[in-house]
């Protein structure tokens, strides 16, 4: 009798504990349900909104030259070094010229030769002048034959035609002469313009190479610095926003904590692939910056970062970037008809427009999340610009980013979190 009322206790026991249990359970999950999301919220009013396109690039120089040898030989005598500052007409190199030397000779020779094939050639004209004059006499008193008369012009104009080649290639020689007294010329290389040696590619000693068709061995490059340019690649989707005489704040990596004010000089019309045919396709366009402050510590080829200003509003209403996401809308499908063994059209099908998903913001309202439809314009980095939807003033949702993207609905309880609360009371008293 004992061992039966023990059982029984114990069974008691066991269902009244589950029975806790249970009601534990569904306690936990009904407060899970009916329990406040934690939010953050910000004020919507207005502000002066600059909408940026960031880009990176290189800092270039706006005049560089590149010299080249025009003329071969050893390079006997190197007069600056990498880093001198030139100007105009400042001797930079001299090249050997023994080889032009010789040439120059050469052509001097031919054109003396030319010169006495010219006289040889006019007394051989004379003579045939004065042959055809004492034929031309006797063949009108009929004492020479007509073939006598004919050939002695057919020689008198012979020598005639001699004489011009020879002319001509007096002029030949002479040019010749003229073009290779350049080269010569060439063997001494002068600075075109004001600048400093930005690269030096060659030593004294070595052998340089120089044709008139076609660019020599590169020696050097001069470059302008008094006005530097950064050259960036712009995305071709923000290529749009960006104009002519844009503003832009540019940073230097090598040159820490100091922003460089700028303007845009030149927009690119030619398209920059890269990664053709991948995934990683890229298309960018080529803006050139031009740097407003001088810096003397700039260098060709260093790295920077640029932020274009393309457009700026101000006193519009805007709240923060984060408070503005999207809510799938419920599209209006046309019917399923297949199942009736009828088959939409492609022009039906084209004729159906998705609607895009609408971007909303939520509002708090009596400790309840109310989700608003708006319509949004231009946005920096931090906020953005609301043109339809909300009149300013409104306590709108911005934090935290899982709360706005994916629990809050419309009529979501909601608690502002208990660190915000007590910021945002601060910052609503000021």
Aim: glycine share 4%.
């Amino acid at each position: 009798m004992a061992k039966k009322k023990s059982k029984k206790k114990v069974y008691i026991t066991i269902i009244t504990l589950t029975l806790i249990l249970a009601a534990i359970v569904i306690f936990i999950f009904a407060g899970k349900t009916d329990a406040a999301i934690s939010i953050s919220v910000s004020k919507a009013e207005k502000r002066t909104i600059t909408q940026t396109v960031t880009a990176i690039g290189k800092i270039e120089a706006e005049t560089e030259v590149k010299i080249s040898s025009e003329t071969s030989g050893e390079l006997v005598y190197l007069a600056v070094k990498e880093g001198d500052t030139v100007k105009a007409n400042t001797l930079l190199a001299r090249i050997k010229p023994d080889i032009i030397e010789s040439q120059l000779e050469q052509y001097k020779a031919a054109v003396e030769a030319a010169k006495v094939q010219i006289d040889a050639r006019k007394l051989a004209r004379e003579r045939a002048r004065s042959e055809l004059n004492r034929v031309s006499e006797l063949y009108a008193k009929k004492f020479a034959s007509a073939d006598e008369f004919e050939a002695a012009t057919n020689s008198f104009e012979q020598s005639e035609k001699n004489y011009q080649s020879a002319l001509y290639q007096h002029q030949q020689s002479v040019a010749t002469l003229k073009q290779i007294q350049r080269s010569a010329d060439r063997t001494t290389i002068f600075s075109p313009i004001n600048g400093i040696v930005t690269k030096l590619s060659v030593e004294k000693g070595e052998k340089v190479v120089g044709t008139a068709q076609y660019a020599g061995t590169e020696m050097m490059v001069i470059s302008d610095l008094s006005v530097m340019n950064a050259m960036v690649e712009v995305d071709e989707n923000d290529i749009v926003m960006v104009k002519i005489g844009d503003t832009a704040r540019i940073e230097i990596d090598a040159i820490q904590d100091i922003e460089y004010k700028g303007i845009v000089v030149e927009i690119g019309h030619s398209a920059i692939q890269s990664s053709l045919g991948t995934q990683d396709q890229v298309t960018n366009f080529k803006v050139k910056i031009r740097l407003l402050d001088q810096e003397a510590r700039l260098r060709p080829g260093m790295s920077c970062n640029v932020d274009v200003e393309t457009e700026t509003r101000e006193n519009v209403l805007a709240v923060p970037l984060q408070s503005v996401t999207v809510r799938e809308s419920k599209l209006e499908a046309a019917p399923d008809v297949r199942s009736q063994g009828i088959t939409s059209t492609d022009d039906e099908s084209k004729k159906r427009k998705v609607e895009r998903p609408p971007s909303v913001v939520f509002v708090k309202e009596n400790q309840k999340a109310k989700m608003i439809t708006v319509k949004t314009g231009i946005s920096d980095n931090t906020f953005i610009e609301i043109t339809d939807g909300l009149k300013g003033g409104e306590e709108v949702v911005s934090g935290s980013y899982m709360a706005i993207s994916k629990l809050l609905k419309d009529g979501s309880a909601i608690k502002i979190d208990s660190l915000h609360k007590k910021k945002f009371s601060e910052e609503k008293a000021q």
